[in-house]
Every structure is written in structure tokens, then in C-alpha cells.
């Protein structure tokens, strides 16, 4: 369709990127690193790292895996860790050293877990020791033959670590008890890779930076394939929309959303790392009080979110009384932005709350709203550069502008495909190679989208995807349940929960039951909510569950409670 978009672009917001600046995000890297040098690149709970020491620590993580390990060129390497100062070392170090990422959510069950280790043939990992006791129950089934392990209070330097890590294991016990024989400490590591020269490796667009795990129609996760050019298409797409409105080397952004996610990797992670901005890393955002007394902290610029905590934030009685004189922009992505939430931080923050749209196959951003916004405007925004969108309806043929139909792209950011799935892979594409998103959206005169719906029946948790057949496949495995349906439904605190619907085969079967099984196969944020007793499912006439009539009617009763 015709990029009519580009009428409603702020002043000096180009049409086109040029991919073609960076060879690869090693290329970037270096180039960064060598301009900002001794400007602090990342600080965590109050310790800070330069541009030039993470090039020094990363390159030392990274002649490591060359030439200890020697892994071969192209070879996996997980990481499962919240937002510490070691992230980004290991995230670069692997990049730096040829090799690709694996982004894991520390959150994983040992289901999970040994589902992407296996599926992406990871060689190492790098786990913080909160979670090692997963690891430890897929480790005989997975192909990882090298655990890094690391802790809270590794990286926060004498004696603050220490205390960090006595409290962390002694105090709060968040560290269940593991065994992992022949792990290597992350400090180990980087004293050992100092012994070594970094080997440069000569890396292209068509090489593979990450396999970004998500979810999909049959419930396993599948690794987007997400090579440098893509990440670089990205980020040159979001540095062009933000340029006019950011000063190199002058930023303070706020990263709560975990890096191993798609938005905070290429938004704050990469992007703000290309124009020298410091990023804040926060490792509980859940924790909110403790979250403000971190914003108190720094002048920051810029943060980014998902609506649930923008909402928690502002309900957060410290958050109004910050000195936000330097504060300038707000993103939102990972899910919608409510209305209510949009209006009380202009109110309190005195700041338009932009909305994006992305996803994990689309590096992420597609869409972003104009910074010279002076409301919320309900919208997902407009086509990023560089973006060609087109509208279909389920027969693949162009809508009329105004009219509904499903959101398709196709740009320098768009994955080529998923890791070892050729039959996904053309599934997800068009004839013409479109991405098809499954998103059902309608575009106005000014090329602003507006999402309507999902046709896909994803549930959206906090900015998390959660596929029902996952859900549904793990509650049918339980000996008392007959038939399972899973459907999202409004929620204040997450946008959408999840609700099942459950056809009982024992008659003593609980929702405590149904619940704590869940629990122990299920990340958190997957759990259902709210689970229903039912006598039967409503079904077609070939027998496949009305997923949709039960989710119409869940959202019903839940907006006339």
C-alpha cells in the first residue's frame, strides 16, 4: 500500500534508514565504545561500569569462549539472568566473539527451560545462581556443556557485593539450594579470558545475533531467527524516530523491562547505546517503592515500560514528589497502553506517554507514535522507516483504507524465519514476503493503526505472550481433568489473566489443584487467574473448542462484575 504515513512524520524523521552504516552489531559496538570511552555505560544498584570497561570485560568474556572453551563460530550461548552489569558483558562478549545468543527468562520452569536449551543447542550458559537449581534438573537432557554461573553481588565490587550476596542467600534465601558439577564462576571467567587476545571475527547482516524465543499457535516456543542486520535495521529505525528529540552523549534511560526481552534489548540495551547514553539497569521492578528510590537517584531522560508499570508507578505515592525537570520521553510497548494510565502520567509527569507496537520476529519495533504528540491518541502509531505495511483479509487481498483487516510487514527489521522450522517459517509469510502478524488492525488518513483485535488467540499477560495450547496441553496432563479451554480476560494490574475452563474427569478435582499443578509446570506469569468448572465445552460441528465463545463470555461476566 502507499506510504501515506510518511505525511504525518515529525520534522526530520527520514523515510529510510541506512542498514548499511553498521557491518554488524560488533561494528557498532566498537565504534561506541571507542567515541564515549570513559562515559559510564550501565549502573546497577549503585555500581557503574564505562563504555570502556565493558569493552575491556567483554572482550576478556569473549577471548574466553574462543579460547578455552573454543567454541566453533555461530555457536549458541544462553543467557539467563535479570538486569546486572553481567548481562550486557556475556551479551556483547558472545557477540564480540562470533558467536550467538540465546535470550532465556530466568523465570523458567525446568519444562521450559529444557525445551529452548535442547531446541537451540546451546553449547554454555550464564545463569545467575538464583536459578541454577533449574538448570540442574535439565542438564542431563540438554546439550549444554558449560555453566557460567554468577550472583546478585558479583560485579558490585568489595565489600558491597559481599553483603549483597550474604543477604541475598542467608536473609531473604532466594537462593535455593543446587548442584551443578563443574560449573565456572563469571569472575573466573574474566580472569581467564585476560590471559587471552581477542580473536576479531569478521561478522555480516546475514550472520545471527540472537534466537529470540516466542511462543506460537501449536504452544512451543520457537527461536526467531534474528540476525545483525535485522537488530541493526532496528535500531538505525528507532534512533531516527528518537534523533530529534535525544543529545549524544547526554542520556540517562531507565531499563526495568528485562534485557532478554526484545523491547528493552533493542530500545534501551542497543539503541540508547549507539547515540553514548547511560542506562540504569533495575533488577526488581516489582518491587516499586524500591524502584522510586532508585529513580530518585538519577537526572534520567528517558523510560521506557509496559502499561502495568507506568499504573504502578503512579499509584506509588513517592513517584509524583521525584524531580522529573530532566525527564523527556516515555514508551510504552509489549502491550496496550490504557487510556486512564496515559492520561494520569501526563498529569503527574507533565509528559505525553507514547505507544509502540512491535514484536519478537520484527527485532522489535513496527510502529511508533510521533514525539511531538501533544495527547495520547489511542493509536499503535506509525510505520517505523524503512517499513512497508499491508493490510489483508483472510484471503490475502489488500483491505480498503478504513477497513479492518490483518497487519502484515515487511522490512530490514522483519526475522528471516524461525530457527529450524522451514514449515512455521512459510506459514508465517506471504507469497510477496509479508510477515503475517496475526494482529487485526485499521489504518485512518494519516496512516496512524489502530489495533482492533488479535487473530491469533495469544493471551497477553504484562507485555508477555502466553499461548493457550501451551496452557491447555499442561492442565490436560493432569489425570483429573477431562477437557481445558484457555482464554484471556481483562485485568487491571497485567491488561489480560488467564482463564480456564475445565471439564472435571475426577469429581474431587480442585481449582487448588488445578492451580498449584500449574505452578509447577508453568512460568508465573502463565498460571491462570481464575479457572471454572464446566460440564462441557461448547465445540464446532468437528469437535474443536469454541476457544472464542468462551472468551466473549468471560469478558462479559467479567465487565458486568
Not at 580473536?199 to 520457537?222: F, I, N, R, S
Not at 552523549?249 to 526484545?262: D, K, V
Not at 483491505?399 to 512459510?426: F, H, I, M, S
Request: hydrophobic fraction near 40%.
Amino acid at each position: 500500500m502507499d506510504k501515506i504515513w510518511l505525511q504525518s512524520y515529525p520534522p526530520g524523521v527520514p523515510a529510510e534508514i541506512d542498514q548499511n552504516e553498521f557491518r554488524s552489531l560488533v561494528d557498532l559496538f566498537e565504534r561506541g565504545v571507542q567515541r564515549y570511552g570513559e562515559r559510564t555505560a550501565y549502573i546497577n544498584m549503585g555500581k557503574s561500569i564505562s563504555y570502556a570497561e565493558l569493552d575491556r570485560l567483554s572482550a576478556r568474556f569473549a577471548a574466553w569462549l574462543q579460547h578455552e572453551l573454543k567454541l566453533p563460530r555461530g555457536a549458541r550461548v544462553a543467557l539467563m539472568m535479570p538486569n546486572v552489569l553481567q548481562y550486557p558483558i556475556a551479551m556483547f562478549g558472545v557477540l564480540r566473539g562470533g558467536y550467538t545468543v540465546v535470550n532465556v527468562n530466568p523465570l523458567y520452569t525446568a519444562r521450559e527451560l529444557e525445551h529452548q536449551l535442547r531446541d537451540s543447542g546451546a553449547e554454555a550458559i550464564v545463569i545467575l545462581e538464583n536459578f541454577a537449581h533449574t538448570l540442574e534438573h535439565v542438564l542431563p537432557r540438554a546439550p549444554v556443556r558449560t555453566v557460567i554461573v554468577t550472583s546478585l553481588g558479583e560485579m558490585l565490587g568489595f565489600p558491597k557485593g559481599a553483603i549483597v550476596d550474604f543477604v541475598v542467600r542467608h536473609v531473604k534465601k532466594m537462593v535455593p539450594a543446587w548442584r551443578v558439577p563443574g560449573y565456572v564462576r563469571f569472575a573466573t571467567v574474566l580472569a581467564r579470558g585476560a590471559r587471552h587476545e581477542l580473536a576479531p571475527v569478521e561478522l555480516g547482516h546475514d550472520d545471527v545475533a540472537y534466537l529470540q524465543y516466542t511462543g506460537g499457535t501449536t504452544g512451543t516456543a520457537k527461536g526467531a531467527v534474528l540476525t545483525h542486520g535485522n537488530i541493526v535495521g532496528n535500531l538505525q529505525q528507532a534512533h531516527a524516530w528518537i534523533k530529534p528529540y535525544v543529545e549524544e552523549g547526554a542520556e540517562t534511560i531507565i531499563t526495568a523491562l528485562p534485557l532478554y526481552h526484545i523491547f528493552s534489548l533493542t530500545a534501551n540495551c542497543l539503541t540508547f547505546f549507539k547515540i553514548g547514553a547511560t542506562n540504569v539497569l533495575i533488577t526488581n521492578p516489582r518491587d516499586i517503592p524500591g524502584f522510586v528510590k532508585e529513580l530518585a537517584k538519577y537526572p534520567f531522560t528517558v523510560i521506557t515500560g509496559v502499561n502495568t508499570l507506568f499504573n504502578a508507578l503512579l499509584n506509588n505515592p513517592d513517584f509524583a514528589r521525584l524531580d522529573l525537570s530532566h525527564f523527556k520521553i516515555a514508551l510504552g510497548g509489549g502491550m496496550a497502553v490504557q487510556q486512564v494510565v496515559a492520561e494520569k502520567w501526563k498529569k503527574v509527569t507533565g509528559k505525553v506517554l507514547f505507544e509502540a507496537y512491535g514484536l519478537t520476529e520484527t527485532s522489535p519495533a513496527v510502529t511508533i507514535n510521533p514525539l511531538d504528540l501533544a495527547e495520547f491518541n489511542h493509536s499503535i502509531g506509525l510505520p517505523v522507516p524503512s517499513t512497508d505495511i499491508s493490510i489483508r483479509d483472510d484471503n490475502g487481498k489488500e483491505v480498503a483504507l478504513g477497513q479492518r483487516g490483518e497487519l502484515c510487514v515487511r522490512g530490514p527489521q522483519v526475522t528471516k524465519g524461525y530457527w529450524n522450522r522451514p514449515e512455521d517459517t512459510a506459514r508465517a509469510f506471504t507469497a510477496d514476503g509479508f510477515l503475517r502478524t496475526g494482529d487485526i488492525v485499521v489504518m485512518d488518513p494519516q496512516g496512524f493503526i489502530r489495533l482492533v483485535d488479535r487473530k491469533k488467540d495469544m493471551i497477553l499477560v504484562s507485555g508477555f505472550n502466553v499461548y493457550p495450547n501451551e496452557v491447555e496441553d499442561v492442565i490436560a496432563s493432569h489425570p483429573g481433568v477431562l477437557e481445558v479451554a484457555a482464554v484471556g480476560v481483562p485485568d487491571e494490574r497485567s491488561g489480560e489473566v488467564v482463564k480456564v475452563f475445565v471439564v472435571k474427569k475426577d469429581p474431587a478435582l480442585t481449582v487448588e489443584a488445578v492451580i498449584a499443578h500449574c505452578r509447577e509446570n508453568l512460568t508465573g506469569y502463565k498460571v491462570p487467574h481464575h479457572v471454572e468448572f464446566r460440564k462441557e465445552l461448547p465445540k464446532t460441528n468437528v469437535g474443536k473448542i469454541l476457544r472464542r465463545a468462551l472468551r466473549d463470555e468471560a469478558v462479559h461476566s467479567a465487565q458486568g462484575a
